[in-house]
């Protein structure tokens, strides 16, 4: 696929691969819930005939390849990849008011399937923990079936992950483990919470809750469950998005919030770090 044909591909269509439905349709304009925060309001905006997106609280905008990267950060033949890995139509063959398919769940087991062993281990995630926190999801999407792995969320839904799909079931939520401890660990994604167990599985820790976030745009609506906690560990992502929660939670309580990136500084996330150097010895030192 070229950047001139990812550029084609129906915008809307691609948001409901992810699970992100419009809340509102007005002619051409597919009104959305920003993916980059919460919001009351509508605020991100697809113009379905120029395929265009939008988003007027971030002051950005432009094609399906830069919302990709603003969204995964990873390089333009990444990003080439899976788009044409999805089922995706071109915006001048889709419908104006196309409804979008949701996403149906029709399975949930223990992971058999060799391909998606293989994807959890090339994250470099350990085997016990992958069967502990994940499954074996078929889902059913325009009458095809599809095998991914799940993480469930505290609802019910599912963010569904294999290596040429990421995406989600509805209804989307964060994730939290409790153990009744005075001290959460939050982390943006599931693999982020899983590298950091492959990690810490042979080291002694405190004990600890876990959240984690499935979305950014859940990070405000958690803070007041966060500052029920006396210390808060904040693994999110090396990024605009990640800086910005940082510095708000650091701004609300210093001594409370404790920013845990310089441990992966230059590298995009705790899985990103993990994958690259979390077996070496000199990055395998213990997290508190």
Known sequence: MTIKEAKELDMVAYLATAGIEPA?????????????????????????????????????????????????????????????????????????HEKTSPIEILSVNSITTPALINYYRSRRIATDI????????????????????????????????????????????????????????????????????????????????????????????????MQTYNKVYLFLDNDPTGDKWTAKATSLNPQKFVDERPLYQGYKDVNDWHQHLGLQPTANRPLR
Do not use: M
């Open 130 to 225: 992958a069967n502990q926190y994940l499954s074996e999801v078929t889902y059913l999407k325009k009458g095809r079936s599809y095998y991914v792995l799940g993480f469930k969320n505290d609802i019910g839904g599912y963010e569904l992950r294999n290596a040429y799909y990421k995406g989600s079931s509805q209804p989307k939520a964060p994730t939290l483990f409790k153990k009744q401890s005075d001290y959460l660990a939050v982390f943006e994604g599931a693999f982020d919470f899983l590298s950091f167990l492959t990690i810490t599985e042979s080291q002694e820790q405190i004990s600890r809750d876990y959240l984690v976030l499935n979305s950014t745009s859940f990070f405000e609506q958690q803070l007041t469950l």
């Open 24 to 96: 509102k349709v007005k002619g051409n304009d597919y009104w959305y819930y920003s993916p980059f925060r919460t919001e009351r309001t509508p605020s991100f905006k697809v113009e379905r005939k120029l395929n265009r997106w939008f988003d007027f609280g971030e002051g950005r905008g432009g094609s399906i390849i830069d919302f990709v990267l603003c969204v995964e950060r990873i390089p333009i033949p990444e990003i080439l990849k899976k788009l044409a890995s999805l089922d995706i139509t071109k915006v001048s063959q889709a419908p104006t």
